[in-house]
């Protein structure tokens, strides 16, 4: 049965420089409440890995990591239709407001999408639009835990994610 599914709120302090977007969370992320909460997902291992370390336990301590190195986070999809947590499942997509997020938080200088599904959506909506003259854009691979031919684990991403290094607090 396809379920309408719907992203979580923004998480982005003042301050912040980097916004990576994904698609939109999966049902293990939906059921915890949190971004990247499928422990499988290799999102807070790349991050805590650049910088050489194991990620914490609590979230509220992720977030704290992540915002202290001014990541931000957020979808592209506002909502959509989606059975299991697939993105090649997602249909009928409502984008998030994007333009707005960084009309509002002018610090972020760079948006980093998380896989194919994010980057393609962006383009889709926000091809022409003004708000993101300026910003570096990087597509990067998907932090899923499903494997590619060119990412098989954490250590393949987190080399393919030092590219956002100069970017972060």
């Given at each position: 049965?396809?379920?309408?599914?719907?992203?979580?709120?923004?998480?982005?302090?003042?301050?912040?420089?980097?916004?990576?977007?994904?698609?939109?969370?999966?049902?293990?992320?939906?059921?915890?409440?949190?971004?990247?909460?499928?422990?499988?997902?290799?999102?807070?291992?790349?991050?805590?890995?650049?910088?050489?370390?194991?990620?914490?336990?609590?979230?509220?301590?992720?977030?704290?990591?992540?915002?202290?190195?001014?990541?931000?986070?957020?979808?592209?999809?506002?909502?959509?239709?989606?059975?299991?947590?697939?993105?090649?499942?997602?249909?009928?997509?409502?984008?998030?407001?994007?333009?707005?997020?960084?009309?509002?938080?002018?610090?972020?200088?760079?948006?980093?999408?998380?896989g194919t599904k994010s980057h393609d959506t962006f383009k889709k909506y926000f091809r022409d639009e003004p708000a993101f003259e300026g910003?570096?854009?990087?597509?990067?691979?998907?932090?899923?835990?499903?494997?590619?031919?060119?990412?098989?684990?954490?250590?393949?991403?987190?080399?393919?994610?030092?590219?956002?290094?100069?970017?972060?607090?």
């Amino acid at each position: 049965m396809t379920m309408r599914v719907h992203s979580f709120p923004p998480i982005v302090n003042v301050g912040a420089t980097i916004l990576i977007l994904g698609s939109m969370p999966g049902e293990a992320s939906i059921a915890m409440n949190q971004y990247y909460g499928n422990p499988r997902n290799h999102m807070w291992r790349v991050l805590y890995g650049l910088f050489g370390r194991e990620p914490d336990e609590a979230y509220e301590d992720r977030l704290a990591f992540a915002a202290s190195h001014g990541i931000a986070m957020w979808d592209v999809i506002a909502s959509c239709e989606r059975e299991g947590s697939l993105d090649a499942n997602i249909r009928a997509e409502v984008p998030n407001d994007l333009p707005g997020i960084v009309t509002e938080h002018p610090s972020l200088r760079c948006l980093v999408f998380n896989g194919t599904k994010s980057h393609d959506t962006f383009k889709k909506y926000f091809r022409d639009e003004p708000a993101f003259e300026g910003k570096t854009m990087m597509k990067l691979p998907s932090t899923s835990p499903i494997p590619t031919k060119q990412m098989r684990n954490t250590a393949d991403r987190i080399e393919a994610w030092r590219v956002i290094l100069p970017f972060l607090k």
